[in-house]
């Protein structure tokens, strides 16, 4: 079955520090793989997808993610933190034939001065 | 395209009293997801539909909840009698069978006073 592990529910950096948010999954082919952002009262919205090719994309804001499949993971990066990037961020796979996308459970992001 | 539109934004309502979300998805998107998101239980997936059908609905939490989406371009979902615990920001999202990627609408908050 399909799963993703985000394994921090909480991080917090400093404005211009570099972040690194940790997604790995399970699945059972090629994944197509997605992170999406939910700012406080807004609804998800997509940074970027994975479905083949080159393994690092780059998403919208300046963010970036890696697809390493010996180590199952889609971890996402930006090299400088601003304050507005603060929020929630889903890691999701899929989708199989006729499934749903499976999200994480999600990593809270909180930007200090 | 608007994105997925869902009425109302906000829903105050008190306990036993009906309430219906609605959800107009993307033109041309084979599938309708409906979410739920608290803070105790993260973000849930109720039911989805394929061209119109209903698929899984196993995330329904009882009877007292029910989707229909009569058309395309158009789903709701209906709970009654509602409760406290039906408190809760639910969204709606659609995708095509071809992009993968599901976009979400911006939410209903629902508050069951």
């Keep these: 079955a399909q799963s993703v592990t985000q394994p921090d529910i909480h991080i917090t950096v400093s404005e211009g520090a570099s972040l690194e948010l940790r997604c790995n999954y399970s699945y059972g082919a090629t994944p197509y793989l997605f992170w999406y952002v939910q700012s406080p009262g807004q609804g998800l919205q997509l940074l970027l997808k994975y479905f083949s090719g080159d393994t690092l994309v780059q998403g919208i804001k300046g963010f970036e993610a890696e697809f390493k499949r010996s ?16 929020a929630e961020y ?19 992001l909180s930007v200090i001065a | 395209d608007a994105g997925v539109i869902q009425s109302p934004r906000h829903e105050v309502t008190e306990m036993g009293q009906e309430v219906t979300l609605r959800c107009k998805p993307i033109s041309g998107h084979d599938y309708l997801f409906w979410y739920r998101q608290t803070m105790m239980r993260g973000l849930e997936l109720l039911i989805y539909f394929n061209n119109n059908v209903p698929i899984d609905d196993s995330g329904m939490p009882e009877d007292r909840f029910s989707a229909k989406m009569p ?7 209906k709970i009654q009698p509602s409760e406290p615990r039906d408190s809760a920001v639910y969204f709606c999202a659609s995708r095509s069978q071809v992009e993968g990627e599901q976009f979400f609408g911006p939410g209903t908050r629902l508050t069951v006073l």
């Design chain 2, 71 to 77: 058309n395309a371009s158009f789903s709701t979902l």
């Design chain 1, 71 to 86: 180590q199952s993971s889609f971890n996402l990066r930006k090299p400088s933190v601003h304050w507005s990037d603060a």
């Design chain 1, 90 to 108: 889903f890691c999701a796979v899929g989708p199989s034939g006729n499934t749903p996308l499976v999200f994480g459970k999600g990593t809270r």
